[in-house]
């Protein structure tokens, strides 16, 4: 089943930021993470408002990136999906 985005908060975690997309014929939701590193490929130093402002936008292609990682089945059990930088590195390369 694919993933749909959700209108929902963007979360900070304390090692990136987070946000919900929902199994599309269901009422599961997921909750998406996208990792610091995965937003500092280039700046290693940014500023939070920074790091935030990239990663809305940029959102669409972790959007893409989750549903990808979900159709692998790479959803922990409690139904939290991970994207690092290794994902975004592999998804440039």
Avoid: C, W
Wanted: glycine residues 10%.
């Amino acid at each position: 089943m694919p993933l749909q985005r959700i209108k929902g908060e963007i979360g900070r975690e304390n090692y990136g930021f987070s946000f919900p997309m929902r199994i599309v014929g269901s009422s599961r939701t997921l909750r998406v993470v996208v990792a610091e590193e995965a937003l500092l490929l280039e700046d290693r130093t940014a500023a939070d408002e920074e790091m935030q402002a990239e990663f809305e936008n940029r959102i669409s292609s972790f959007e893409s990136l989750a549903r990808e990682k979900y159709g692998l089945g790479h959803v922990t059990a409690d139904g939290v999906l991970f994207i690092s930088e290794g994902d975004l590195v592999s998804l440039l390369g």
